[in-house]
């Protein structure tokens, strides 16, 4: 109990003296290293001088493109499960729905894909690690090159660091086969405590040396992060600074890049659809990242 203390006070100290250097500027860069950013933004569409422009989720991600955020193939479970008796945490494997979208995938070679099975109870690691190691075959068996991934799979997330940290890194081992084989990392590091910038830190840094741990060489670290932020019913956004924060924090860390998500469902306090503007707010922090720091989208 002594030891989980004192690491929570290392953590803290560490914390908040990276916070300082970062807000102060006098943070030093770690050692230069491709940071890409890829993009799942399911918004209307986007501002273009003060306009709003109407899009479709492939005309939008073709305009964050030209920004540098690359894209990635995100397959949630209900396109690739079946769900006898609608129990939806024991969805099986429908095989010929994963081999369609693993055919269309071969058409970006280089594309990311992320398969979000996260209805498969993950305490269960007897069943669910053999689930995973299944929906991979199965998506191998037709597509074979896309880089291929789980959400926050390998490793698994606190969701509330640092309780449970134990109970975690059972886990992470218990996943190790499923590690073995995906081709990234993606924990999740949304912002499930509001803004505070300290305890999405505490689990950045908790993941990404789970991350590491596993040892398997070639495997890149992008974790899924978002700008949206949940208050109950209501969603509000991630400054620029709150954005830049984050981002700089995974590229010090020694991250590959991340994952940005966003939800369909997302709306404005007054009901309306949202709308990107690259040059305000967290999209505003994200271009200028991408600027400074290099990347092989862009």
């Known amino acids: 109990m002594r030891t989980m203390r004192n690491y929570g006070m290392l953590l803290l100290l560490i914390g908040l003296f990276f916070m300082m250097s970062i807000k102060s500027g006098n943070a030093q860069d770690a050692k230069r290293h491709p940071f890409n950013i890829y993009g799942f933004i399911v918004?209307?569409?986007?501002?273009?001088?003060?306009?709003?422009?109407?899009?479709?989720?492939?005309?939008?991600?073709?305009?964050?493109?030209?920004?540098?955020?690359?894209?990635?193939?995100?397959i949630y479970e209900h396109k690739v499960l079946d769900y006898p008796n609608g129990d939806k945490k024991n969805g099986t494997i429908n095989l010929n729905r994963m081999d369609s979208l693993a055919a269309l995938a071969v058409n970006e070679p280089t594309g990311l894909v992320s398969l979000?099975?996260?209805?498969?109870?993950?305490?269960?690691?007897?069943?669910?690690?053999?689930?995973?190691?299944?929906?991979?075959?199965?998506?191998?068996?037709?597509?074979?090159?896309?880089?291929?991934?789980?959400?926050?799979?390998?490793?698994?997330?606190?969701?509330?660091?640092?309780?449970?940290?134990q109970l975690y890194e059972r886990l992470n081992k218990a996943y190790r086969p499923v590690a073995a084989v995906v081709d990234y990392y993606s924990p999740s590091l949304?912002?499930?405590?509001g803004v505070d910038s300290l305890d999405w830190y505490k689990a950045a840094v908790f993941n990404l040396e789970a991350c590491h741990k596993y040892s398997f060489s070639g495997?890149?670290?992008?974790?899924?992060?978002?700008?949206?932020?949940?208050?109950?019913d209501q969603t509000t956004f991630l400054t620029y600074e709150q954005m830049w924060y984050r981002l700089k924090v995974l590229y010090d860390l020694g991250a590959d890049g991340c994952l940005?998500?966003?939800?369909?469902?997302?709306?404005?306090?007054?009901?309306?659809?949202?709308?990107?503007?690259?040059?305000?707010?967290?999209?505003?922090?994200?271009k200028d990242f991408i600027k400074q720091y290099p990347s092989s989208n862009h």
């Open 190 to 193: 949304y912002n499930y405590k």
């Open 116 to 165: 979000d099975l996260e209805g498969w109870n993950r305490f269960d690691t007897s069943r669910t690690v053999h689930r995973m190691l299944d929906a991979i075959k199965s998506f191998r068996r037709i597509n074979k090159v896309s880089p291929l991934g789980f959400y926050a799979t390998v490793p698994q997330d606190t969701y509330g660091f640092p309780k449970d940290q």
């Open 43 to 74: 918004y209307a569409g986007y501002i273009k001088q003060g306009v709003k422009q109407q899009n479709s989720m492939s005309q939008l991600q073709n305009y964050l493109q030209s920004i540098g955020i690359g894209k990635y193939n995100l």
């Open 260 to 286: 940005l998500w966003t939800s369909s469902k997302t709306r404005n306090p007054d009901g309306t659809k949202i709308f990107v503007d690259e040059n305000a707010g967290w999209l505003k922090a994200v």
């Open 219 to 232: 495997k890149q670290i992008l974790p899924y992060i978002t700008p949206e932020v949940w208050n109950g």
